[in-house]
């Protein structure tokens, strides 16, 4: 069963570091997510990708996080810098342009800031 | 902005019982509400999804209902097992299938 990809599995960072997260999709899946989950609650959106352009960056605080898509495969979520309130478990997802409607989550990157 | 209320948050069975989650969903073009299944530390894993064009599902042990006009939707299970422990989240579709929106979640625990 095709897998997405992310690493690293868990991240340990200091307050105020920069820190960044990988997620290659399924291969084909046009469309990307990536999602927050704080401990206890559902999935939030941060960013959706529809090949290498941004659909959804709404609630992505921009101040500090970046994403980006560059050749429509793989992505890189970025934090600079990490805060305290930033420990979550970030989830990277895809979905095939259609017929597919369904995501595919990845195992996620645990983050913890200290 | 759109919103998917879930209930319960916790939900306690004995092993052999059904289990019943309730969710109701703001946006009224929403039309793919699938069900995740999430273990411990794992990944949410798709469990069942039902389209607006269907009032129920049903796939073995579980089944999703769907009532539009009261937009809401709610995911039985019934001759639970403890491997059925777990957290449930559901989710509404906005802008047609484009982005989904998660529920709060439900903690179920299936005891022997």
């Known amino acids: 069963e095709a897998e997405v990809a992310q690493s690293p599995r868990y991240k340990i960072t200091e307050k105020s570091q920069a820190v960044a997260f990988w997620c290659d999709p399924i291969s084909g899946h046009a469309t990307l997510y990536w999602y927050r989950q704080i401990l206890g609650q559902g999935p939030e959106l941060l960013v959706q990708?529809?090949?290498?352009?941004?659909?959804?960056d709404s609630q992505l605080p921009k101040d500090r996080f970046s994403a980006e898509r560059l050749k429509g495969v793989d992505s890189t979520l970025k934090i600079q810098p990490a805060e305290l309130g930033d420990s979550a478990m970030y989830l990277c997802a895809s979905r095939s342009r259609q017929g597919d409607y369904g995501y595919t989550f990845g195992s996620g990157t645990r983050l913890t800031v200290v | 902005g759109e919103n998917v209320e879930q209930h319960p948050s916790t939900l306690s069975v004995q092993e052999g019982d059904s289990a019943v989650i309730k969710c109701t969903y703001s946006d009224s073009a929403s039309n793919y509400f699938p069900w995740y299944k999430q273990e411990l530390g794992k990944r949410p894993q798709l469990i069942i999804d039902i389209r607006s064009n269907v009032g129920e599902k049903k796939d073995q042990r579980i089944a999703v209902t769907l009532n539009k006009t009261a937009k809401h939707f709610s995911l039985h299970i019934t001759e639970t097992q403890p491997e059925d422990s777990a957290v449930y989240f559901c989710?509404?579709?906005?802008?047609?299938?484009?982005?989904?929106?998660f529920g709060t979640g439900t903690r179920l625990l299936v005891s022997p």
């Open positions: 989710a509404a579709s906005i802008r047609g299938f484009q982005k989904l929106v």
């Open positions: 990708f529809q090949d290498e352009s941004v659909v959804d």
